[in-house]
């Protein structure tokens, strides 16, 4: 486990004070120009505040709700008011702009550097050098026309596929 960037000496004491039920004054004014105790009480303000939205709305007598449910609940309230919370998300927001490009540069580069065992195995493919040299090569009967025609037409079905799955993936994503 490693230790915590930021610590303050008086931290488990505001935090055995706020289990207790509330701060005394001197906590208080310590917490108000503490940044790390003022994100403990800021917490600690938007756990209580959850519990007691779902006390009141599930009376007593009434069933408790799921663990789901009130999990739901904690996410759609997101970040307590107290905390910055731009600052705290900047290295995830980073991290996702340079994800995907990372990742495909690092595809790239291991698949020319290793394309002459790329190239073996998919040669070693029962089929695959029959198939391969049937591709392009015109059926006998059919004229040059026809299988140019038939041959672009086949580009733009599968072309029109290609822009379908990606329309209905960015289409998904925004959702």
């Not at 994800?99 to 495909?104: E, I, N, R």
């Not at 026809?146 to 599968?158: C, D, E, I, K, P």
Request: glycine share 10%.
């Amino acid at each position: 486990m490693t230790d915590p960037i930021c610590t303050c000496a008086l931290e488990e004491r505001v935090r055995a004070a706020l289990a207790q039920g509330g701060l005394e004054p001197e906590l208080r004014a310590h917490a108000a120009g503490c940044s790390v105790c003022r994100d403990v009480v800021a917490v600690s303000d938007w756990m209580r505040q959850l519990r007691n939205a779902t006390l009141e709305e599930y009376a007593a007598g009434a069933r408790i709700p799921d663990a789901g449910v009130i999990l739901e609940r904690a996410r759609s309230r997101r970040i307590p008011r107290g905390i910055d919370a731009p600052e705290i998300l900047k290295p995830l927001r980073i991290y996702r702009r340079i994800a995907l490009p990372a990742g495909l540069g690092a595809g790239i580069v291991v698949a020319v550097l290793n394309a002459s065992s790329i190239k073996a195995l998919l040669l070693s493919l029962p089929g695959l050098r029959t198939l391969i040299s049937g591709l392009g090569s015109r059926p006998p009967g059919m004229s040059p026309a026809s299988f140019g025609l038939f041959m672009m037409l086949a580009g733009l079905g599968l072309l029109s596929i290609l822009v379908m799955a990606a329309a209905t993936g960015i289409k998904q994503t925004q959702r």
